[in-house]
């Protein structure tokens, strides 16, 4: 498909609600415009669209909020390199696309430099950065085998969530709060120290564009009957 086409598709999904939503819940849009597709619609369009590097870099390219989301979804992992992933964290403004660049089941976390751009990221100065590096984190924790980070990694990073949290804003707590729950569901040892400092944090107080959430409770996906079954903790 070409740009035109995917913003004509885009055109049809037009949610009028969706759109006024966008331009009167004070997100930062980064001066770009929305079609008002919800997450879960955007991603059904980019599965039909399918893998099309070209097209996910002149998507990116585009002023269209929705188009930028697809364009994340669209990339080729294995051509993705450092320097495109830096250049993108840089422009990561408005709704979701911090959050569909770096955990939503993230394309960026299919590329094979993904442990070491978590962990470099996770210890950046800029809060983006370390936003995406946690985002990145809980989806490497869902990794089997050889590409799987190991207990140590992720032990590391448990004791920096503790010692750090407090003083983060929401966006970094939220993804911390993600990377503390794919991190505890791996095995005991990290089930037990996730949960420890999940336990201590409490809730996590978040909102959304349309306002206050639920606060995420880590610690309530930690304990459930089936982790606990798996980790031999039911008695």
């Not at 929705?66 to 080729?76: G, N």
């Not at 830096?86 to 394309?107: R, Y």
């Not at 430099?113 to 990145?136: I, K, N, Q, T």
């Amino acid at each position: 498909m070409t740009v035109s086409e995917v913003l004509t598709l885009l055109e049809a999904e037009r949610d009028e609600r969706g759109i006024r939503h966008w331009q009167s819940s004070g997100l930062n849009t980064g001066g770009m415009r929305s079609y008002g597709i919800g997450l879960t619609r955007l991603r059904k369009l980019a599965k039909q669209i399918g893998r099309d590097r070209a097209l996910a870099l002149a998507l990116w390219d585009t002023d269209v909020y929705d188009a930028r989301v697809i364009a994340l979804m669209l990339d080729e992992p294995g051509k993705i390199t450092r320097e495109q992933a830096e250049q993108q964290v840089g422009q990561l403004t408005g709704g979701m696309l911090a959050h569909v660049f770096a955990s939503c089941d993230a394309t960026l976390a299919k590329t094979p430099f993904v442990v070491e751009l978590a962990d470099e990221w996770m210890h950046s100065d800029d809060p983006v950065r370390r936003r995406c590096g946690y985002g990145l984190l809980y989806e490497v924790s869902k990794f089997s085998g050889r590409k799987a980070p190991d207990e140590a990694f992720c032990l590391e990073h448990i004791r920096r969530i503790a010692q750090t949290m407090a003083d983060e804003p929401e966006g970094v707590r939220m993804s911390m709060g993600l990377a503390l729950m794919g991190i505890g569901k791996r095995s005991a040892v990290l089930n037990e120290a996730a949960l420890s400092v999940a336990t201590a944090v409490g809730p996590i107080e978040f909102t959304s564009g349309s306002g206050q959430c639920e606060p995420f409770d880590v610690a309530k996906h930690l304990t459930t009957d089936r982790l606990r079954s798996k980790f031999g903790l039911l008695r």
